[in-house]
């Protein structure tokens, strides 16, 4: 009877007669001599008997859009069947208004919910003919009339089902069979969530934060809002919503296994610390787009992870006899304390708005290019010298860093930062760090330190870069050291020498960092 979507609008706009041609496991009834045959078989017999009667014109190929399931390949037909239906045309308008009360991100997202409810053509079809699913719990009889089940039947289930009389025509009613479309169950999870309708449910609804994947918006975001916003509550269901990609193939496409080219979890983690597959996670990108797996940002990400668990572990050290003391500041400590207090400020922001790749990124060039290339290797001479003072400002650096740099690295790498926070920090506030609270910064910060810093750090690099060169240790001693700076360094001339290996320094003004070396 239908061919495709256009033969159901055509046969509902003129009231056109219905002939059923093909039955629910897909062969040929009303057909005469062809009931019974599959489908492909079917046409291929009338087409033998066209040409055997003489009745056959012309045959010759066509080229049809033909809609198929998206695992098997098969080809779909449309069949005529009994279903339920619940009315979302008639409020699409109110759900799309409802949309603007919600927070989307990011704000594009909005407008899949806004396509989705301008193209809609029918209603929500919720009943499905499965056998695992939340039972339609209503009655039906033979002459149309539908009643629902009495609430001490709840939860229903048809097989247990009572005699029911029908009030319309006497007749015996039969309890439905079919199941509920699982979106059924899934829009109201706002008001499961709040303990709905039980006393107090109010004060948990809307709930704060609702992720989900971009191609489900056009289910379970707009059935949501339509049963748990519109017509069980009239309010949103959530404060905010968050929309996130999917994980796509390396090489770009869609993991299937019929492809061959799924990536599983359970393989990753035999390799990989589950804190560098949370990390890859966060590094994947923005939100409600798709992205590709990429096994370069996971080696990168357990690169990053032993680079931090070295740092702690001589940190540790370093923090050995320390009492919790501060001292003033030398102007190194200033840098690192100013950048580290930027970085708080950076990731906090990110995280407020649910930007985590922006987030995880920024910690991990801070400490590994500015914690673990440059303070560390600044304040070594300092740890193991004689001057007290000086070192214990080390130590209540390090101290500030790594401990900020673990709280701010609990939700990406939980279990790294929790084993840090007890080992070096001997569960300071309390038995868990995700029990802590969130950094803050302690307000030190000079704009003149990280300049200076900044041309230090090119200078150091350019002195690295000359040994490497040259195939020399790095704790080769040199003997003076030419140095053109944009910035005045300061006292950072002795973090330099310190470093560097460097007997005499000479410092020239100059537009970029420039360095010139004696041996």
């Given at each position: 009877t239908y061919g495709d979507k256009m033969d159901v609008i055509w046969q509902s706009r003129h009231s056109l007669p219905v002939i059923k041609a093909i039955d629910e496991v897909g062969r040929l009834i009303n057909a005469g001599e062809f009931c019974g045959l599959k489908?492909?078989?079917?046409?291929?017999?009338?087409?033998?008997?066209?040409?055997?009667?003489?009745?056959?014109?012309?045959?010759?190929?066509?080229?049809?859009?033909?809609?198929?399931?998206?695992?098997?390949?098969?080809?779909?037909?449309?069949?005529?069947?009994?279903?339920?239906?619940?009315?979302?045309?008639?409020?699409?308008?109110?759900?799309?208004?409802?949309?603007?009360?919600?927070?989307?991100?990011?704000?594009?997202?909005?407008?899949?919910?806004?396509?989705?409810?301008?193209?809609?053509?029918?209603?929500?079809?919720?009943?499905?003919?499965?056998?695992?699913?939340?039972?339609?719990?209503?009655?039906?009889?033979?002459?149309?009339?539908?009643?629902?089940?009495?609430?001490?039947?709840?939860?229903?289930?048809?097989?247990?089902?009572?005699e029911k009389k029908c009030k319309k025509c006497g007749g015996s009613m039969k309890p439905e069979t079919s199941t509920l479309d699982c979106w059924v169950d899934s829009s109201i999870t706002p008001l499961v969530i709040a303990n709905w309708p039980n006393q107090g449910w109010q004060r948990f609804y809307p709930s704060s934060l609702r992720p989900q994947g971009v191609e489900i918006i056009r289910t379970w975001a707009f059935y949501t809002i339509y049963r748990s916003g519109i017509a069980l509550t009239g309010k949103k269901p959530w404060e905010t919503i968050l929309l996130n990609g999917n994980v796509l193939a390396p090489d770009g496409k869609k993991m299937s296994k019929s492809l061959g080219n799924v990536v599983e979890p359970k393989d990753l983690i035999k390799e990989y610390p589950a804190d560098a597959i949370r990390q890859?996670?966060?590094?994947?990108?923005?939100?409600?787009?798709?992205?590709?797996?990429?096994?370069?940002?996971?080696?990168?990400?357990?690169?990053?992870?032993?680079?931090?668990?070295?740092?702690?572990?001589f940190i540790e050290s370093a923090l050995s006899g320390y009492d919790g003391s501060k001292t003033p500041l030398r102007e190194i400590d200033v840098w690192i304390v100013s950048r580290m207090n930027e970085v708080i400020t950076q990731v906090s922001e990110a995280m407020e708005?649910?930007?985590?790749?922006?987030?995880?990124?920024?910690?991990?060039?801070?400490?590994?290019?500015?914690?673990c290339d440059f303070y560390l290797e600044y304040v070594k001479?300092?740890?193991?010298?004689?001057?007290?003072?000086?070192?214990?400002?080390?130590?209540?650096?390090?101290?500030?860093?790594?401990?900020?740099?673990?709280?701010?690295?609990?939700?990406?790498?939980?279990?790294a930062s929790e084993e840090i926070y007890h080992e070096v920090f001997k569960g300071r506030e309390g038995k868990s760090i995700h029990l802590t609270k969130w950094p803050e910064t302690n307000r030190i910060f000079s704009e003149s330190a990280i300049e200076k810093a900044n041309a230090l750090n090119q200078i150091v690099a350019k002195i690295r870069q000359h040994k490497a060169a040259n195939q020399m240790p790095m704790n080769a001693e040199i003997k003076k050291a030419v140095v053109f700076?944009?910035?005045?360094?300061?006292?950072?001339?002795?973090?330099?020498?310190?470093?560097?290996?460097?007997?005499?320094?000479?410092?020239?003004?100059?537009?970029?960092?420039?360095?010139?070396l004696e041996f």
């Open positions: 489908i492909k078989e079917g046409r291929e017999k009338i087409i033998e008997k066209l040409k055997k009667d003489g009745k056959l014109v012309r045959q010759e190929p066509l080229k049809q859009l033909v809609k198929v399931h998206d695992r098997c390949k098969s080809e779909v037909e449309f069949i005529l069947s009994y279903q339920w239906f619940a009315n979302v045309k008639e409020s699409k308008e109110k759900i799309k208004e409802m949309a603007k009360e919600i927070k989307w991100v990011p704000e594009f997202g909005i407008t899949y919910l806004f396509d989705w409810a301008n193209s809609l053509e029918w209603d929500w079809v919720i009943s499905r003919q499965r056998v695992f699913g939340t039972p339609i719990p209503f009655y039906i009889c033979n002459c149309g009339a539908i009643e629902p089940a009495g609430e001490e039947e709840l939860p229903f289930s048809p097989e247990k089902a009572k890859w996670a966060a590094m994947s990108g923005a939100m409600a787009k798709d992205r590709p797996f990429s096994y370069e940002d996971i080696k990168y990400a357990k690169l990053f992870l032993n680079k931090l668990w070295n740092a702690s572990r708005n649910f930007e985590f790749h922006v987030a995880i990124k920024t910690i991990q060039m801070f400490f590994w290019y500015e914690v001479h300092r740890i193991y010298g004689e001057d007290a003072e000086s070192k214990r400002a080390a130590q209540y650096t390090l101290d500030y860093v790594l401990y900020s740099t673990i709280k701010l690295l609990a939700p990406f790498t939980p279990h700076s944009p910035v005045e360094l300061g006292e950072m001339v002795e973090d330099l020498k310190g470093v560097a290996k460097i007997k005499e320094v000479e410092i020239k003004e100059g537009k970029t960092p420039e360095v010139e």
